[in-house]
């Protein structure tokens, strides 16, 4: 790990330290949302890379960071709605699924709400644990992550574990938290 990089490869670090409960384990993580949500630059964020130039995902990205015997594989898929019928190629075998929501984009809110609501009825996915990333809590017109919990009527999902993560993609901030929530949660679907 090269020195003057901000906390993320060091907290990236430290999550796979936590998920060795095996060698070798792989970890499959999808990464989903509508377009422009912050998927991608969430990605770049965890892998510490540049995320000045970013443009719209037309298939997907996929990073696998290799450390200290984990392989922990983030597919992150267009989220353009000609590109979502897609996405149901992806859901095998996911460890975690996380869920990227422009919360300032409040005009989409149903829609990102009727995709995951899909998304969680999707037999591949069933009890795979989502964490939900209310990204963009960097601007001023983002809506709390409280109030998009509500709106996507959360508390009623029953057949898995969730949490929802305010965070910004763009400054790195609530990132760390919601993926040691990944961490922690990551074994219960394998259980």
């Known amino acids: ?17 936590k998920l060795k409960s095996a060698p070798d384990q792989e970890v499959r993580i999808l990464l989903l949302g509508l377009d422009n ?4 630059t969430l990605l770049k964020q965890l892998a510490s ?21 984990f392989k922990l594989n983030v597919w992150d898929i267009g989220g353009q709605r ?5 996405w149901r190629n992806y859901f095998e075998n996911t460890d975690v699924l ?7 984009d409040r005009k989409r809110f149903e829609e990102t709400g009727q ?4 998304l969680l009825d999707e037999e591949k996915l069933s009890g795979v644990p989502v964490l939900i990333f209310a990204n963009k809590q960097d601007l001023l017109t ?20 969730w949490q929802i993560q305010s965070c910004s ?23």
């Open 82 to 86: 000609k590109i979502r019928p897609y």
């Open 142 to 161: 983002a809506a709390p992550a409280s109030e998009i919990a509500e709106g996507l009527n959360l508390h009623t999902i029953r057949d898995r574990i």
């Open 49 to 69: 890379e540049d995320i000045s130039h970013i443009t719209p995902t037309q298939g997907f990205n996929i990073k696998s960071v290799q450390s200290q015997g």
């Open 115 to 118: 995709e995951l609501a899909e």
């Open 98 to 104: 996380i869920y990227v929501i422009d919360s300032a």
């Open 37 to 40: 949500a912050g998927k991608t």
């Open 1 to 17: 790990i090269t020195s003057g990089i901000s906390w993320l490869p060091q907290g990236l670090l430290s999550i796979l330290r």
């Open 169 to 191: 993609a763009l400054t790195g901030e609530g990132v760390q938290d919601g993926m040691n929530w990944v961490c922690k949660n990551v074994n219960a679907k394998k259980k």
